[in-house]
């Protein structure tokens, strides 16, 4: 148990709707990771908070949104989902923002289904 | 483009065989290599590469980095069931912020 959490573990949605992921860091962890796992596509860094504030991104949609709350916990914002989206989707923590990728600890991740 | 590529997609063996699994990568700023294996959750950090020819060994994984022709491979001798998983390489990456690019994984099973 890394002691990252992620709710719902999983979600079956039609397409065109709209869920929220939630993701609740390590305490003490300043700094939350988004990512994104298909199976044609593997794993993909989506976006990463610190403290509040959004610090680099990588191949995230337009049609997604993420944000850090004061507590420090994060939600990933998926909207007009497409049957593409479908994934399990990961969040990981790491103290510092610029700590390599060996320190970020992973959540179990949300299972993404669109129907 | 930057790009990770695992290789062979998927690798089934009998128990006790040696494996070795391949990722060679096209990314700027090169940080480091990582390598982690995932079975069924969350990806567990097995190894991280960050300079050339020096093997890193935990048990019976190794792996070695050449950042001359851009590779690493993972080692894994005396196989054991246990050890199927999905095993997947990634690049990090120093530009404005960290930047992540993952490889699809090598599936691998091994059988009694």
């Known amino acids: 148990d890394s002691g990252v959490t992620q709710t719902p573990k999983h979600l079956i949605t039609a397409t065109g709707q709209r869920v929220t992921l939630r993701c609740s860091p390590r305490?003490?962890?300043?700094?939350v990771y988004w990512y994104q796992q298909s199976l044609d596509q593997g794993l993909q860094f989506l976006i990463q908070y610190y403290n509040g504030e959004e610090r680099a991104k990588g191949n995230i949609l337009e049609r997604f949104s993420a944000q850090q709350f004061p507590d420090l916990h994060s939600e990933l914002n998926l909207s007009s989902l497409e049957l593409g989206d479908s994934a399990l989707y990961f969040c990981?923590?790491?103290?510092?923002?610029?700590?390599?990728?060996?320190?970020?600890?992973f959540g179990p991740g949300t299972r993404l289904t669109v129907t | 483009e930057d790009k990770v590529v695992q290789s062979p997609l998927s690798l089934v063996v009998h128990e006790g065989d040696t494996v070795t699994l391949n990722c060679s990568y096209e990314v700027t700023n090169f940080r480091s290599l990582l390598w982690y294996k995932q079975e069924k959750k969350a990806p567990t950090f097995l190894f991280m590469l960050t300079s050339s020819g020096i093997e890193k060994k935990s048990g019976r994984l190794s792996s070695i980095l050449d950042k001359k022709e851009l590779f690493s491979i993972l080692n894994i001798t005396a196989t054991q069931t246990g050890d199927s998983a999905i095993y997947l390489c990634a690049v990090e990456a120093l530009r404005t912020g960290n930047q992540f690019y993952f490889g699809t994984g090598t599936s691998l099973t091994v059988i009694p």
């Open positions: 305490s003490g962890d300043l700094s």
């Open positions: 990981a923590s790491s103290v510092l923002p610029g700590q390599g990728l060996h320190e970020q600890y």
